[in-house]
Nanobody
Framework: QVQLVESGGGLVQAGGSLRLSCATS????????MGWFRQAPEKEREFVAG????????GYADSVKGRFTISRDNANNMIYLQMNSLKPEDTAVYYC??????????????????WGQGTQVTVSS
């Protein structure tokens, strides 16, 4: 089992930046592929970014490519999502998730076995 706790959300103006963190614990969290997902009110959950266990491979949703960066620090069991040039449409609850490996369809939320509680990100216009 892996436990995930997100932090770093908040209120920011459009064009601003935030860095989300995900603290992982439990059984060998550094061996898991990780992802960030988000869910806006009255919308379905959507993939944001994913990273393999070593950090050598990443993937992004088109809507955030070039603005967001996912990274990990396996020595400290941390996952990060650096979000720049934020837009009001980025407003959502952001979730960290863990998968047994970096599947070819890493953007599919059903591949992730463990989920955090989420952190709210609000971008004002």
């Amino acid at each position: 089992q892996v436990q995930l706790v997100e932090s770093g959300g908040g209120l920011v103006q459009a064009g601003g930046s935030l860095r989300l963190s995900c603290a992982t614990s439990g059984r060998t969290p550094s061996t898991y592929a990780m992802g960030w997902f988000r869910q806006a009110p009255e919308k379905e959950r959507e993939f944001v970014a994913g990273i393999n266990s070593s950090g050598g491979s990443t993937g992004y949703a088109d809507s955030v490519k070039g603005r967001f960066t996912i990274s990990r620090d396996n020595a400290n069991n941390m996952i990060y999502l650096q979000m720049n040039s934020l837009k009001p449409e980025d407003t959502a609850v952001y979730y960290c998730a863990a998968a047994l490996r970096f599947y070819s369809d890493y953007f599919n939320g059903r591949k992730y076995a463990y989920w955090g509680q989420g952190t709210q990100v609000t971008v004002s216009s």
